[in-house]
């Protein structure tokens, strides 16, 4: 199982960054996807999270903000990220649950800064 996490930087407040996470060594299409984050010095929180079907789900602090999708032809999911703001600014993290085994990517950063 392999995650990949791409998209992250260095954005101004207000601004938008979208995030994929390039999944390989399953079946992609037979799992829920979630974004994680973790920003310095706290624990890493639920983001969102995309089911089979490709029903959505989102921590308050972030709802009509970011967007969770999926591409199962190409193994992909998406965080599409608009009005960002500086508590936004973490190591963000694709996940997937396994027969009960967590897999996680590396990571990508993104900070939001004026």
């Known amino acids: 199982v392999q995650l990949v996490e791409s998209g992250g930087g260095l954005t101004q407040p207000g601004g938008s960054l979208r995030l994929s996470c390039a999944a390989s060594?399953?079946?992609?299409?037979?799992?829920?996807i979630r974004w994680y984050r973790q920003a310095p010095g706290k624990q890493r929180e639920l983001v969102a999270h995309i089911t089979v079907g490709g029903s959505t789900r989102y921590v308050d602090s972030v709802k009509g903000r970011f967007t969770i999708s999926r591409d199962n032809a190409k193994n992909a999911v998406y965080l599409q990220m608009n009005s960002l703001k500086p508590e936004d600014t973490a190591d963000y993290y694709c996940?997937?649950?396994?027969?009960?085994?967590?897999?996680w990517g590396q990571g990508t950063q993104v900070t939001v800064s004026s």
């Open positions: 996940n997937v649950v396994i027969a009960s085994e967590d897999y």
């Open positions: 060594g399953f079946v992609f299409s037979l799992y829920g």
